[in-house]
């Protein structure tokens, strides 16, 4: 078989190509393509939803409010860390308000500690120990963990109660973290041993949560932890997650 001369190629292939449009000037089908591209509107971006459990600020009483400070709907709940009840509402509740409720935008929480006994007060300055942006974290494993910290702390109290009745109040608290667990609880989340006792010592923080713990059972005189305020108004017997759900979805109708 002959092969074809390197001329004769070249004629070939230039048959079967398609004439090239001239320098400088467009066919009217890419013309057509440009306008199109001219004319197609700019995509624009799909908006960031905003996660409303990144919002957490502290009030001038020292509670700490989560969510959207915007919302229609607002709750107060009154807590305490050595309350069986607060630590079921805990794992049954917050899940599902965090959810739904809270990250969406729809409703804003404040914390209140209505403080009980010294392992409570031990408890909350741990769980406020890195502010507002962690307490809730710190606060959910907190109760968690009560059942293990709290039967520390029922033995070691009874044990050193002449002892501890006898201290300052803030060695006398410090002595309680590390005796109930709480101290190697902070620990297991990050916490540096020298700003868990800072916490501890910190009297300011002691004062508002005296004050808080004033205002839930002698002013506010709640009936019990934990107890919810739904837009400033006592939500009765709501010490459930089946309890305050549904007056919480009827204020948002």
């Not at 199109?36 to 020292?62: E, I, M, N, S, Y």
């Not at 709907?73 to 599902?96: D, I, M, N, Q, R």
Request: aromatic residues 6%.
């Amino acid at each position: 078989m002959k092969t074809l001369g390197w001329i004769a190629l070249a004629a070939l292939l230039a048959g079967a190509a398609p004439a090239a449009a001239a320098p400088g000037k467009r066919t009217a089908a890419a013309k057509r393509t440009v306008a199109v591209k001219r004319k197609a509107p700019a995509k624009r971006a799909a908006p960031v939803k905003r996660d409303w459990l990144a919002a957490a600020v502290a009030t001038p009483r020292g509670s700490y409010v989560v969510g959207n400070p915007a919302a229609r709907v607002k709750l107060v709940e009154y807590l305490s860390y050595t309350c069986s009840h607060c630590a079921a509402f805990s794992g049954e509740g917050w899940p599902g308000l965090k959810r739904d409720y809270l990250a969406r935008g729809r409703a804003s929480i404040e914390v209140r500690h209505a403080i009980r006994d010294q392992m409570d007060l031990a408890a909350a300055l741990i769980a406020r120990c890195d502010g507002p942006s962690r307490f809730l974290a710190h606060s959910e494993a907190i109760f968690a963990a009560q059942g293990d910290w709290m039967t520390k702390g029922i033995f070691f109290e009874t044990q050193n109660a002449e002892r501890l009745a006898k201290m300052k109040p803030t060695p006398a608290l410090i002595e309680t973290a590390a005796g109930t667990g709480l101290e190697a609880l902070a620990r297991s989340r990050g916490m540096a041993p020298a700003k868990i006792r800072a916490c501890l010592s910190n009297e300011v923080q002691q004062k508002l949560l005296s004050a808080q713990a004033k205002e839930a059972w002698a002013t506010r005189k709640i009936p019990g932890t934990p107890a919810f305020l739904l837009n400033g108004k006592l939500v009765p017997d709501a010490s459930s997650w089946a309890a305050l759900k549904p007056p919480l979805d009827t204020a948002l109708k």
